[in-house]
């Protein structure tokens, strides 16, 4: 290929960021005839003393190669698995077909709705391995976890993302070892590619660490693992990529990105090392991602893919109501706050969700409180139980009990055994109906509770609308997850040359690090 003409030396302002946004070219930094200021040429090399010269710079190359190769994408981009289906089947095949990557959001939905939507994604792409779908440590509901696990399993899901786990469970092991073999070359082969998230060094070196032999030897003595899946799985990692997960949407501990994940880079070299792996397992980013510059620093830190979340639920593709899309689109950075987790409310487990035009935080909170006061629901007194009726649930709690009844007869009719036997757990299941069905009413729209719509939801999603503002894609209809994900890859890429050339004493206008969000192929 012949390179283009050498543009004219760039010296102004104007000039250099003109040229350093030409990022798949050649770019030069020459020196003006008195040799006192830098500037630059793009294309070909100019004919006069070159001080340095940068290779063309594609959004592919801004990751690390072997999770392009491991999971057969052109880019190092993930759209993380917003729960209870609001990450699609149509956004997961939609990523697919860009040669990126995404996952259903399976978390919060029954095991037969799973099933249907999984059966969905096999024939839509079929062929296509470059697709998974999400498994959410359920401490209170194991027996769905492992049913999820098992049909994923079974459906020979090609990867599986593992979230808000804290320990090691028989189901989310199941995942990483059914299939394991050996290949022709001695290597380790996985059937299912397993990412795990993660938000603290402990829990990313158990991911990083293989398999513990006590829950091997009980998925054997199951039937769930043949002995020569559990030999291999006890000599390779459980997953071989591990998101840190910062200050994201959902489950989070609210870490910095430039803190934790340095740390668990380091948890990774150091085990292995002590392992003996062949080759190192990979280490993402997730949370706070919602502009270019902030991509540009995860790949900086050296992640080697990326994973977007917040900034998708506005997507067209995305199973969320258009009134809470449009919420969101209304968010500034600080506009989130912590709020108890449905799926982890006995251990008071909180999740980010977003605090501008709803009132579910306080009121979820609220309903923590009174779970940690009292023992019962006979025991709240009268006036907490009315106001918590009347301003919290909507219902009289005889009314939630019904309902909450309905439900789970349903999806786990022992949950309901239980409840007649501990009157705690029955208190907790009626609160938890709040904080259930808050996140439905969000997906479907429900007018009569839009001020209870709980919508999960970190910083970026603000960054994002400023970033966006006045842009093509401040238009709903234009912001589709594809264009998303195309626009702050591209943005990324652009701030990362801006920095390069500024590290080589060029003077870089900040103009240089912006990129405007345009329809992108």
């Given amino acids: 290929?012949?390179?283009?003409?050498?543009?004219?030396?760039?010296?102004?302002?104007?000039?250099?960021?003109?040229?350093?946004?030409?990022?798949?070219?050649?770019?030069?930094?020459?020196?003006?005839?008195?040799?006192?200021?830098?500037?630059?040429?793009?294309?070909?090399?100019?004919?006069?003393?070159?001080?340095?010269?940068?290779?063309?710079?594609?959004?592919?190359?801004?990751?690390?190669?072997?999770?392009?190769?491991?999971?057969?994408?052109?880019?190092?981009?993930?759209?993380?698995?917003?729960a209870g289906g609001i990450a699609t089947t149509r956004m997961v095949a939609e990523m697919a077909r860009a040669e990126m990557l995404g996952f259903f959001g399976a978390a919060g939905l029954g095991a037969d709705r799973v099933e249907r939507e999984v059966a969905t994604l096999t024939d839509t792409l079929a062929g296509r391995s470059n697709w998974g779908v999400n498994l959410i440590h359920s401490p209170a509901e194991p027996a769905l976890e492992h049913r999820v696990a098992t049909l994923l399993v079974r459906r020979a899901v090609p990867c599986v993302s593992a979230s808000a786990?804290?320990?090691?469970?028989?189901?989310?092991?199941?995942?990483?070892?059914?299939?394991?073999?050996?290949?022709?070359?001695?290597?380790?082969?996985?059937?299912?590619?397993?990412?795990?998230?993660?938000?603290?060094?402990?829990?990313?070196?158990?991911?990083?660490?293989?398999?513990?032999?006590?829950?091997?030897?009980?998925?054997?003595?199951?039937?769930?693992?043949?002995?020569?899946?559990?030999?291999?799985?006890?000599?390779?990692?459980?997953?071989?990529?591990?998101?840190?997960?910062?200050?994201?949407?959902?489950?989070?501990?609210?870490?910095?990105?430039?803190?934790?994940?340095?740390?668990?880079?380091?948890?990774?070299?150091?085990?292995?090392?002590?392992?003996?792996?062949?080759?190192?397992?990979?280490?993402?980013?997730?949370?706070?991602?919602?502009?270019?510059?902030?991509?540009?620093?995860?790949?900086?830190l050296g992640a080697a893919y990326v994973v977007t979340g917040s900034v998708n639920q506005t997507a067209v593709e995305a199973g969320l109501s258009d009134p809470a899309k449009a919420m969101l689109a209304e968010a500034d950075v600080a506009d989130v706050a912590m709020a108890p987790a449905a799926d982890m409310f006995e251990?008071?487990?909180?999740?980010?969700?977003?605090?501008?035009?709803?009132?579910?935080?306080?009121?979820?909170?609220?309903?923590?409180?009174?779970?940690?006061?009292?023992?019962?629901?006979?025991?709240?007194?009268?006036?907490?139980?009315?106001?918590?009726?009347?301003?919290?649930?909507?219902?009289?709690?005889?009314?939630?009990?019904e309902r909450t009844q309905a439900f789970w007869r349903d999806r786990d009719p022992a949950q309901l055994d239980r409840a007649e036997r501990d009157p705690k757990h029955r208190m907790a299941l009626v609160f938890r109906w709040y904080l259930g069905s808050s996140s439905r009413w969000a997906v479907s729209g429900e007018p009569s509770r839009r001020g209870d719509y709980q919508i999960w939801c970190g910083p970026a999603m603000g960054a994002f609308n400023r970033w966006s503002e006045g842009s093509f894609l401040a238009r709903p209809e234009n912001r589709t997850v594809v264009q998303i994900a195309l626009n702050l890859l591209e943005g990324a890429a652009v701030v990362t040359r801006a920095h390069q050339l500024r590290t080589c004493g060029v003077p870089v206008p900040d103009a240089a690090f912006v990129h405007v969000p345009r329809r992108l192929a």
Avoid at 196 to 222: C, H, I, Q, T, W
Avoid at 262 to 285: C, H, K, M, N, W
Avoid at 347 to 360: E, H, I, S, Y
Avoid at 365 to 383: F, H, I, M, N, T
């Fill in 165 to 300: 786990y804290m320990e090691l469970t028989p189901s989310v092991v199941l995942c990483a070892a059914r299939g394991l073999r050996r290949g022709g070359d001695g290597r380790v082969t996985r059937r299912t590619r397993l990412l795990a998230k993660v938000s603290r060094p402990e829990v990313a070196a158990r991911f990083l660490s293989p398999a513990p032999p006590a829950l091997l030897r009980d998925l054997v003595g199951r039937g769930e693992l043949d002995p020569s899946e559990a030999e291999l799985a006890a000599r390779v990692p459980v997953a071989e990529d591990v998101t840190v997960e910062a200050d994201s949407g959902g489950h989070t501990d609210n870490r910095p990105l430039a803190a934790l994940l340095p740390r668990v880079r380091s948890v990774r070299d150091e085990l292995t090392r002590r392992f003996g792996y062949p080759r190192p397992p990979r280490i993402g980013a997730a949370g706070g991602l919602g502009t270019p510059a902030a991509v540009a620093a995860a790949f900086a």
């Fill in 1 to 82: 290929m012949i390179p283009p003409p050498a543009s004219p030396p760039a010296f102004s302002p104007e000039a250099i960021t003109a040229c350093a946004r030409r990022i798949r070219e050649y770019v030069h930094v020459v020196a003006d005839p008195a040799g006192r200021e830098l500037g630059l040429v793009a294309g070909a090399r100019p004919a006069g003393p070159v001080v340095g010269t940068l290779p063309p710079l594609y959004p592919e190359w801004l990751g690390g190669r072997t999770f392009c190769e491991a999971h057969g994408v052109r880019f190092p981009y993930v759209a993380g698995e917003m």
């Fill in 347 to 401: 251990w008071g487990v909180t999740l980010q969700v977003l605090r501008r035009g709803t009132m579910f935080a306080p009121r979820a909170g609220r309903l923590l409180a009174a779970y940690q006061e009292y023992p019962s629901l006979d025991a709240l007194p009268g006036p907490v139980r009315a106001k918590l009726e009347t301003e919290v649930l909507g219902a009289s709690i005889g009314e939630v009990w």
